[in-house]
């Protein structure tokens, strides 16, 4: 193979991957589902986790211009719901969710689906709020600690 052809064909498999990560980028962003604020929680539709299961997800993020971190809020068996400040207990980075687990991507702590410390550095859980449903609506109830 030629100088010319080489680079010609170096070009286009780099061009390629390019285009692939950017298709498969996509296909896994985040969405978020924008909350009801009220002076006491903030209120989402509980369909929200139908649209999440057909996607094989057990979590939506809850999110709202007033808060300065998302929620998020992982369905744990009938009735019963997870919902946690998605801000790393460590130095206060906000967390990203992957399956069962949220990761601080600022110095790799993690925690589980209930909040808990699964990794260091951070050493405390993360804050919790009590969930309730009522007539298809889920709230979140931001005055308390579950």
Not at 19 to 42: A, F, M, P, R
Not at 49 to 63: D, L, M, P, S, W
């Amino acid at each position: 193979m030629d100088r010319k052809t080489f680079i010609k064909a170096g070009c286009l498999a780099c061009t390629s991957i390019g285009l692939l990560s950017t298709l498969l980028e996509s296909c896994v962003s985040v969405k978020y589902v924008n909350g009801q604020l009220s002076n006491d929680g903030i209120t989402i539709d509980i369909k929200e986790f139908e649209n999440a299961k057909r996607g094989n997800r057990q979590y939506v993020i809850v999110r709202h211009d007033d808060l300065q971190f998302p929620i998020c809020v992982y369905y744990i068996a009938a009735n019963q719901y997870s919902a946690l400040l998605m801000r790393c207990t460590h130095q206060g980075a906000e967390l990203q969710v992957s399956g069962d687990t949220l990761t601080c991507a600022a110095h790799g702590s993690e925690f589980n689906k209930l909040g808990k410390v699964l990794q260091s550095p951070a050493t405390e859980d993360l804050r919790s709020f009590p969930v309730t449903i009522d007539g298809g609506r889920l709230f979140i109830d931001l005055r308390k600690n579950a």
